[in-house]
């Protein structure tokens, strides 16, 4: 089994822009009159966020996003890239694999929240949240990366930081790892492999090869 495209999810496993999710989120629910705990909103992570206001039973869904949006922006500056992964994407690219991202981003949240760090150009394809009409942990956004590149099964790998991430692999019959510096409770979560940094991502590689 010879990995040749590797996959990421983009919050945390690319970024840290967990603390600006939820702190915008719980401000936004603070300005519709509701009372939520940082630790409450933590079902927030991983999911597309109209599908976490739905759960929150948000009504004016399309208003309270756009806010929940704004109100990102206020802590952009807690977003931050984790340590060790620009130079794995670069070292990846050096070495001809094809790099993708599967996202419950929507578009102009990618564009909002990642863009701005300067490694995108890296990447051949990103599958965000409007992409695709179900989302994680459904497998249609692996499905639908599979579709465009071609790619068998057996050459992808998929890293993601949540349980979303690792259900939409098994569900699509892909390889999995969990990035353990972005997951909770990882030892709740099942995955083909476990990493503990970013450059582990290039031993997983390098044993495929051989």
């Known amino acids: 089994m010879k990995f040749k495209h590797i996959v990421f999810d983009v919050d ?42 739905l759960i929150l039973k948000i009504n004016d869904l399309e208003r ?29 690219k050096s070495k001809n694999f094809k790099l993708g991202i599967i996202t419950s981003k929507t578009k102009e949240e990618y564009n909002t929240d990642f863009i701005k760090f300067n490694i995108h150009s890296y990447f051949d394809l990103v599958i965000c949240a409007d992409d695709t009409i179900k989302h994680k942990p459904d497998g249609e956004p692996m499905e ?46 099942e995955s083909n492999y476990k990493l503990k940094y970013p450059k582990d991502i290039l031993d997983i590689i390098n044993k495929s090869a051989n």
């Open 64 to 92: 309270v996003e756009e806010k929940w949006m704004k109100n990102v922006t206020i802590y952009a500056d807690e977003i931050t890239l984790f340590d060790g992964v620009k130079q794995v994407i670069q070292e990846l």
């Open 144 to 189: 639908k990366y599979i579709e465009i590149t071609g790619a068998s099964k057996e050459e992808i790998i998929y890293i993601g930081d949540s349980i979303y991430d690792m259900q939409c692999s098994k569900n699509a019959g892909i390889n999995s790892a969990l990035a353990l510096w972005g997951a909770h409770n990882p030892e709740k979560i």
């Open 12 to 53: 945390g496993t690319l970024i840290d822009s967990e603390t600006a999710v939820l702190k915008s989120l719980q401000k936004t629910l603070q300005e519709e009159g509701i009372k939520k705990s940082l630790e409450e909103l933590k079902f927030a992570l991983g999911i597309p966020g109209r599908d976490a206001l």
